[in-house]
């Protein structure tokens, strides 16, 4: 046999092709005409051609001539790789001309359109591999005749309809010997149907990996006979009902994968038969019952992982028995019992990626001082469990640990000294515990990133130590016991992105050099403290400031002007202190202002605004209730809430919940004698509050055009006139109080359209006349209305002669008085449905009701 190379260069740059014989080549000439100027060369592509005699030889220099005009080609081409070139033509029917074809590559390009069914003509093709491009189309059951297939790759590209069930024809004898389908991908298509159960004649399959398609339908049992089987990769599907045992059978299996289906009921024990098993992956299903302890005898497991289930039961202590294991993800189920203490003997979590996820669980009792054995572990989370008792001191020999999540827990005591020895920990949630003292050495963390002990009863110098941590980002200390002034040395952490401080027994001034941070601290929050003194002065241009919030403090002088360079401020809380100040209308130049409450201080003299139309351009809680503002409520004010002119639909909430260290924004509003406290404004609640001051003056009747109000409250002021018939136009609105003002006239008929009206206080207004009925107005009580001697109808007993209602009969009204309990529940459900309604970027749950 004759070969020959010759290098053609004015055709195809790198193209080296070997030749043994010429004939009948124009298919893939065709090709090539389709393909002009589209090969970018990435890598050098070989044609590889065999000539038969030496006389065929010869007519190469005819092939060469003929190939200027394009007409004839190579004929008996078996191996042509165009892989990684950017090609972006389609796949010619001529390719069923090349019969000699033992290996096609068209992997990695832009191919597109369909694959033609004429490729069932390749009866000699043993590879054929087209992943990585943009094929559409069904899988032409023709490859069903490619009887010298091995293998077959088509994944990650567009191809839709079932798997032909002639691939389960792939085998084939030559010379006595079984030629069969080794490798069969698919994955990452838009295949749908069930898994033919003719993949199960495949006895020489290692590899089925059909993840990323639209598979419904079982696990079929025929795939138990794949004795020779190394991966099955079926996620990432919508396969159903229960995993079946026969899976046990593939003792030669290496990785089995089923996440992300329907897969339901227990985990089969013949899975323990499975003894070259490196990785499990079952997480993301619907799967019950217990983890079964036959397990341990996967000896050659590296990663169990079954998280996103609904397991129940103990956690096998035999598990401790996988010695190889570097990944162990059972989160999110519903395991209960202790910790077996036998985990302590995984040594071998010692890699990258090395795991021990078992958070939200309901597992109780002690963690096991036996974890302090895994010296080259990297993560430990153990959150939102049951565990109760101290935290062990041994957890401090884990040198190598990144992640320490303890949080929501019941665990009590000190946070050990010996934590301090964990140098390279960069997450420490230790937060909704029990704990009660720390040791300063505790946080000589210098690689720390992530302090999160918010909720204990944690006191003592905490703040002190975390001045030298120059890597912090993320400081949650919030509800606990901490005492004693703040260190300015906090100001020394130009990394810190969150100080949350808020609800301890801080005192003393706000260190100046605070507003310094701003250009990066984004979340500053030390509500409810004891901090006195005046507010910093030095927020700098340029501010990452994106929540301010000192509410419930004793903090006096002015409002910094400096603030009107946080242009990133989203919530501005400086309520409940004892500021005097006029009102600082230039805060309406904030452009991400979206609250503003400066309720509970000593603000004085009138509202005003400045002439400009971009004043509050997203503003959609406005709190101003409960100081001294005078004068009368001035239309032009009210025209600028653009953003309470449109109901927006609901945001979902952020997506950073794995550690829990998103910061959640909390506000206080006031409804009927009860303060509510509302937490996660990640969609924001839209409401006005201008009660208790000393307004004038009629209600602008313009507050009619802010349709996305929730709540509008005016009470206790000295408004006069009488109800604007444009509040009807208030179609959200949960909470309107107009209370204890000397508006005079009767309520508008128009009222009766308020549908989403849940809470009306209207006393002590002097309003005359019939009350509206239908709609909400037939769900008010007495109290309503008290101390408007001339109004009548449905609930008072004064009637109106044609409502109906002309007496509220002891019968009517029997249970209708709602005690202090079922009046709390009233609330708090009005609040629940309230507060999740609408939102721009920010969202509102009800959390606490304090009573005021």
Same mark, same amino acid.
């Given at each position: ?85 950017? &090609? ?7 390719? =069923? ?10 992997? !990695? ?6 694959? $033609?069914?004429?490729?069932? #003509? ?17 899988? $032409?059951?023709? !490859? ?31 010379? +006595? ?36 398609? *639209?598979?419904?339908? $079982? ?23 229960? !995993?079946?045992?026969?899976? =046990? ?19 089969? /024990? ?11 992956? &079952? ?38 028995? @996988? ?11 519903? @395991?209960? %019992? ?56 041994? @957890? ?9 999540? &303890?949080? *929501? ?24 515990? *029990? ?18 002990? @918010? ?6 110098? !905490? ?8 890597? &912090? ?59 006195? +003194? ?196 208030? #179609?959200?609105? +949960? ?54 001697? =001339? ?23 029997? %249970? #209708? ?5 079922? /009046? ?29």
């Amino acid at each position: 046999m004759v070969s020959k190379i010759f290098s053609l260069l004015q055709f195809f740059t790198h193209f080296t092709i070997t030749f043994a014989s010429t004939e009948e080549a124009t298919a893939l000439l065709k090709w090539k005409s389709t393909l002009k100027n589209q090969i970018y060369f990435s890598s050098s592509l070989s044609f590889t051609i065999t000539f038969a005699s030496t006389e065929e030889a010869t007519a190469l220099l005819k092939w060469k001539a003929n190939f200027k005009n394009q007409n004839n080609f190579v004929p008996f081409l078996e191996y042509l790789n165009l892989s990684m070139n950017n &090609l972006s033509s389609t796949i010619p029917p001529e390719i =069923g001309n090349l019969t000699n074809l033992v290996y096609l590559d068209l992997k !990695i390009n832009q191919i597109s359109g369909t694959i $033609p069914s004429q490729i069932g #003509s390749l009866v000699k093709l043993q590879i054929l591999c087209t992943f990585d491009n943009h094929l559409n189309g069904p899988i $032409p059951g023709e !490859i069903g005749y490619l009887r010298s297939l091995t293998k077959l790759s088509l994944g990650r590209n567009f191809l839709n309809g079932s798997i032909p069930a002639s691939l389960g024809n792939l085998n084939n004898f030559v010379l +006595g010997i079984l030629i069969n389908l080794n490798y069969l991908e698919l994955y990452n298509n838009q295949l749908s149907g069930p898994i033919p159960s003719v993949l199960g004649n495949l006895k020489n399959l290692n590899e089925l990996v059909l993840l990323n398609n *639209n598979l419904p339908g $079982p696990i079929l049992s025929v795939l138990g006979n794949l004795i020779n089987l190394n991966y099955l990769e079926l996620y990432n599907n919508q396969l159903s009902v229960p !995993i079946p045992s026969v899976l =046990g059978n593939l003792k030669n299996l290496n990785e089995l994968v089923l996440l992300n289906n329907n897969l339901y009921g227990p985990i089969p /024990n013949m899975l323990g038969n499975l003894i070259n098993l490196n990785y499990l992956g &079952l997480n993301n299903n619907q799967l019950s019952g217990p983890i079964p302890s036959v397990l341990e005898n996967l000896k050659n497991l590296n990663e169990l992982v079954l998280f996103n289930n609904n397991l129940s039961g103990p956690i096998p202590s035999e598990l401790g028995n @996988l010695k190889n294991l570097n990944g162990l993800l059972l989160h999110n189920n519903q @395991l209960s %019992g202790p910790l077996p203490s036998e985990l302590g003997n995984l040594k071998n979590l010692n890699d990258i990626l090395n795991h021990l996820l078992l958070h939200y669980n309901q597992l109780s009792g002690p963690i096991s001082s036996e974890l302090g054995n895994l010296k080259n572990f990297n993560h430990l989370e153990l959150f939102d469990n049951q565990l109760s008792g101290p935290i062990p001191s041994e @957890l401090g020999n884990l040198k190598n640990l990144n992640d320490l999540l &303890l949080s *929501n827990n019941q665990l009590i005591g000190s946070i050990p000294s010996s934590i301090g020895n964990l140098r390279n920990l960069q997450y420490l949630f230790l937060g909704d515990n *029990n704990l009660t003292e720390e040791s300063p050495s505790s946080f000589n963390l210098t690689s720390l990133k992530f302090l999160h002990l @918010l909720r204990n009863n944690l006191k003592g110098k !905490i703040l002190q130590c975390l001045g030298n941590i120059s890597g &912090l980002q993320y400081v949650m200390m919030s509800h606990n016991n901490l005492n004693g002034e703040l260190p300015s040395s906090i100001c020394n952490l130009t990394s810190l992105q969150v100080l949350d401080l808020g609800r301890n027994n801080l005192i003393g001034a706000i260190p100046q050099c605070f507003g310094n941070m701003s250009g990066h601290l984004e979340v500053l929050d030390m509500q409810h403290n004891n901090l006195s +003194g005046t507010l910093p002065t030095t927020f700098c241009i340029g501010s990452a400031l994106g929540s301010f919030n000192l509410h419930g403090n004793k903090l006096e002088g002015k409002i910094p002007r400096s603030l009107e360079n946080c242009k990133r401020v989203e919530v501005l809380d400086l309520g409940d202190n004892l500021l005097n100040d006029t009102f600082p209308v230039w805060l309406g130049t904030l452009p991400e202002l979206r609250v503003l409450s400066l309720r509970l201080n000593k603000l004085h003299g009138p509202i005003r605004t400045l002439g400009s139309e971009r004043m509050y351009p997203v503003l959609r809680l406005l709190d101003l209730s409960s100081n001294a503002f005078t004068g009368n409520l001035p239309t032009i004010f009210f025209q600028h809430f653009r953003a309470m002119r449109k109901i927006y639909p609901s945001k979902k909430r952020r997506s950073d919940e794995r550690y829990g260290y998103y910061y959640e924004n909390s506000i206080a509003v006031v409804t009927k004698g009860l303060e509510l406290e509302v937490v996660r404004i990640l969609c924001l609640y839209t409401t006005i509050d201008l009660s208790n001051n000393k307004f004038e003056g009629h209600i602008p009747s313009i507050i009619g055009g802010l349709i996305a109000l929730r709540a509008l409250n005016l009470s206790h002021n000295g408004l006069g006139g009488h109800i604007p018939r444009s509040l009807e136009s208030l #179609s959200s609105v +949960g909470s309107l109080d107009l209370s204890g003002n000397h508006l005079v006239g009767e309520i508008p008929a128009q009222f009766i359209s308020l549908t989403a009206l849940e809470a009306l206080s209207l006393y002590y207004i002097h309003l005359k006349g019939c009350i509206p009925q239908g709609n909400q107005f037939h769900t008010f009580e007495n109290n309503s209305y008290e101390g408007n001697d =001339g109004l009548r109808g449905f609930p008072l007993s004064k009637g109106c002669g044609n409502d109906g209602h002309d007496s509220a009969s002891e019968e009517t009204y029997t %249970g #209708s008085e709602l005690d202090e309990e079922s /009046n709390y529940e009233f609330l708090n459900d009005f609040w629940k449905a309230t507060l999740l309604g609408y939102g721009t970027g920010l969202c509102i749950v009800l959390s606490i009701i304090y009573i005021s």
